[in-house]
């Protein structure tokens, strides 16, 4: 048993540890944190699976296909800027 | 890191409001819902893209570090750093280097070693008759490898399975594993490649098959190449913490985002 739930996250434990939280041994612990960019579209896919109107899980599924969308574009233009700055050129 | 990051709880009250439930009051049922859901959907988001706050990249090495301490028993392989270089024992035996530094360039301890990729100790041909071999020589008989464990000249009765003169080897196995101590697991690899791919984004990279043992890379030519791969998503299984429960790591409790 290593994995648990310790509001606000779920932490790995990344040693033996007993009777020690993640809040009083932060180093035992690490945390499964989720980037920000993919909160919308991951609360949403997992609303549209547990609306009981379907067609509202239907709109709710939509709506996070869309929004994944939008975070794989933002995500790809910082990967573009981030390629840009690694490009050498010759004098 | 993750560079911006939110928590579990955000997500779980994000999901809790679309659905028009009381988050701060929800049954044991709506919260396990919950959670089920928001771990499939991190799977499902996670593969939508490259999303570089879930990739890694290690520079990895295909074999244990050689070490003095260490027994080696035949066919072995083992990476020497000094030389990046792999070798394959062909004696049994405990301390003896792999590869020494003349000063030029890397010899091999033929005695005990033969180096991948060296065209004498690896790959001398298929085995002929009436042949003088050297130490630490390998060929190929009937389709398999051995190495010459002592110097002679070869004939229709000093046949490979004679085992005062040669040593059946085992192939080299080009096999990344998903899980190895100390790095994330693997989820899927983006590239292989000689270089850094961040810092070299035009570095040679190297072909690979996901195989169910790992990452098998074709035609290797370096000793560690470089990784870029996303980090297994997480599926989240855990129950709520208690102080009289005892945890313990596990070997891939690094296969987590937010590294």
Not at chain 1, 22 to 43: E, F, G, H, N, R
Not at chain 2, 8 to 36: C, F, G, M, P
Not at chain 2, 64 to 72: G, V
Not at chain 2, 114 to 119: M, N, S, T
């Amino acid at each position: 048993m290593s994995q648990v739930y310790f509001s606000p996250d779920f932490y790995y434990a990344t040693e033996t540890v007993s009777g020690e939280s993640p809040a009083a041994s932060p180093a035992k612990w690490q945390a499964l944190k989720i980037p920000l960019d993919l909160k919308q579209p991951i609360a949403l896919l997992a609303a549209s699976q547990l609306h009981r109107n379907a067609e509202q899980g239907v709109a709710l599924y939509q709506q996070a296909s869309a929004a994944l969308l939008l975070a794989i574009q933002e995500a790809s233009r910082r990967d573009g800027r981030y390629r840009q700055r690694n490009i050498v050129t010759s004098p | 890191m993750i560079a911006n990051a939110t928590t579990y709880d955000e997500v779980a009250r994000a999901v809790a409001n679309k659905l028009s439930w009381d988050y701060d009051n929800l049954t044991d049922q709506e919260w396990n819902l919950i959670r089920t859901e928001i771990s499939a959907a991190f799977e499902w988001a996670a593969r939508a893209y490259w999303f570089e706050d879930l990739m890694a990249v290690e520079r990895v090495q295909l074999k244990a570090s050689w070490s003095a301490a260490t027994a080696y028993a035949v066919n072995q392989w083992v990476y020497h750093a000094p030389s990046d270089d792999y070798y394959q024992c062909l004696q049994a035996h405990t301390n003896s280097e792999p590869a020494t530094f003349d000063g030029t360039e890397w010899d091999t301890n033929v005695t005990y070693w033969a180096r991948l990729w060296e065209e004498e100790s690896y790959d001398a041909g298929t085995w002929t008759s009436g042949a003088a071999y050297t130490l630490g020589q390998r060929v190929y008989w009937n389709g398999d490898p051995y190495a010459c464990i002592q110097a002679h000249t070869s004939s229709s009765v000093l046949l490979p399975t004679s085992t005062a003169y040669w040593t059946a080897l085992d192939e080299f196995d080009y096999t990344l594993p998903y899980a190895w101590p100390g790095r994330p697991v693997i989820g899927r690899v983006r590239k292989i490649t000689t270089l850094d791919p961040r810092a070299n984004p035009y570095a040679a990279a190297f072909e690979f098959v996901p195989t169910a043992d790992g990452i098998r890379i074709e035609g290797l030519t370096v000793g560690r190449p470089w990784v870029w791969y996303r980090v297994r998503t997480p599926e989240l299984t855990g129950e709520d913490y208690s102080a009289t429960a005892s945890y313990t790591a596990e070997s891939d409790a690094k296969a987590v985002w937010g590294l």
